[in-house]
């Protein structure tokens, strides 16, 4: 584009934020894109006269690039029982997946919603036996009423094991009626004995959880070996809780007591 290295300069800064706000891939072919649309919209203000340099700060990013930034989901403000902080890897990375879970005036029936695939589905099934076998008393509602459970970003299709203990939890919150912190999240499959197994991609969900502001995160402890590709300060800005049983979870989160 003729830019010369005394016409643009574009701070470390700008560049993170291009890689977090305005790329959404594995890869680096699009953050290519985004500097070379820096470099031709910064050619055009020198030709019309707007200046010999141009530097590019948070405030002109957007004008720049003309696009909007992606939108990457934050931890709610308010806890609600039944809703519960997930984490999810994509094709582009990681993010937050929120499980939410409702009673309503019923005959039992499940209703599963959020274009789940099967083996999220089963997961679901599995949480609710698990629940049911953990909460004997608090979970006869479920017989009298019907049980919805939904995934937001509903057009957004969503499978595999990883949120069994998110599946469980959230249940397990709105049988009790005690709510989960939205700025605890968790990953992991569950068996229906109630173990934690190992999931994948826990890097970019770790990652997905400090940018959304999430604090403490459980995880599989077999998955504790991949903490070492996860970057120091991500794992500075987390607690990271390795459990092995979903028992551990609930008790920590005060909705399962001691025995």
């Not at 800064?13 to 977090?20: A, D, F, H, K």
């Not at 519960?84 to 499940?110: N, P």
Request: with cysteine.
């Amino acid at each position: 584009m003729g830019i010369q290295s005394e016409n643009l300069e574009v701070p470390d800064e700008i560049i993170n934020l291009i890689i977090s706000d305005y790329t959404q891939e594995g890869g680096v072919r699009g953050l290519r894109k985004r500097l070379e649309t820096l470099c031709r919209a910064s050619a055009v203000q020198i030709v019309r006269g707007k200046g010999e340099k141009v530097i590019v700060t948070r405030d002109n990013l957007r004008d720049l690039l003309d696009m909007h930034p992606v939108y990457h989901k934050q931890v709610k403000e308010s806890a609600n029982p039944g809703i519960v902080t997930g984490l999810a890897w994509t094709a582009a990375g990681g993010e937050i997946l929120y499980i939410e879970t409702m009673l309503t005036k019923g005959k039992g029936e499940i209703i599963i919603t959020g274009q789940l695939g099967d083996v999220m589905k089963e997961s679901a099934r599995i949480a609710v036996t698990l629940v049911k076998s953990l909460f004997p008393e608090q979970t006869g509602v479920l017989e009298e009423n019907d049980l919805h459970i939904h995934v937001p970003d509903g057009a957004t299709p969503k499978d595999g094991p990883s949120a069994g203990i998110t599946l469980t939890t959230a249940l397990s919150s709105l049988v009790t009626g005690i709510p989960v912190p939205p700025n605890i999240g968790m990953t992991g499959e569950i068996s229906l004995q109630g173990g934690v197994n190992p999931i994948g991609g826990l890097p970019e969900k770790l990652l997905a959880a400090q940018r959304a502001g999430v604090k403490k995160v459980f995880i599989p402890a077999d998955n504790v070996d991949d903490l070492r590709d996860v970057p120091g300060e991500v794992k500075e800005n987390l607690e990271i809780v390795p459990v092995t049983e979903a028992s551990e979870v609930l008790r920590a989160l005060g909705i399962m007591k001691d025995m």
